[in-house]
């Protein structure tokens, strides 16, 4: 039902915008995060966006990472500049939210990740 898109080779520094078509009759009415997990670690969380458009966001991206949602289209975006090694990660996007924005726990829809590499 979610489906994220927008991943690739950026050499650091460069843009990448990531992209969740969510196929949810009722998705104005859920809140949205984005997640990422690199090689050996656990699935970390980077940004969130409520359904009334709040957002939130790791230490590690904000200024430079910025969330969004476009209702009409069903759509959530993850806008990466000044991207950095350590932002190497499979990126997922999830749905429905029903405890702490930024625990993997609190939400209900996943989609499959898409790959961001980041190049020095």
């Known amino acids: 039902q979610l489906q994220a898109s927008g991943g690739g080779l950026v050499q650091a520094g460069g843009s990448l915008r990531l992209s969740c078509e969510a196929s949810?009759?009722?998705?104005?009415?859920?809140?949205m995060g984005w997640f990422r997990q690199a090689p050996g670690k656990e699935r970390e969380f980077v940004a969130g966006?409520?359904?009334?458009?709040?957002?939130y966001y790791a230490a590690s991206v904000k200024g430079r990472f910025t969330i969004s949602r476009n209702n009409a289209k069903t759509t959530a975006y993850l806008q990466m500049n000044s991207l950095e090694r350590g932002d190497t990660a499979v990126y997922y996007c999830a749905a429905d939210r029903s405890g702490t924005y930024d625990s993997a726990q609190s939400y209900n829809y996943w989609g499959r990740g898409t790959l961001v590499t980041v190049s020095s």
């Open positions: 949810i009759r009722t998705f104005r009415w859920y809140d």
């Open positions: 966006v409520s359904r009334d458009a709040v957002t």
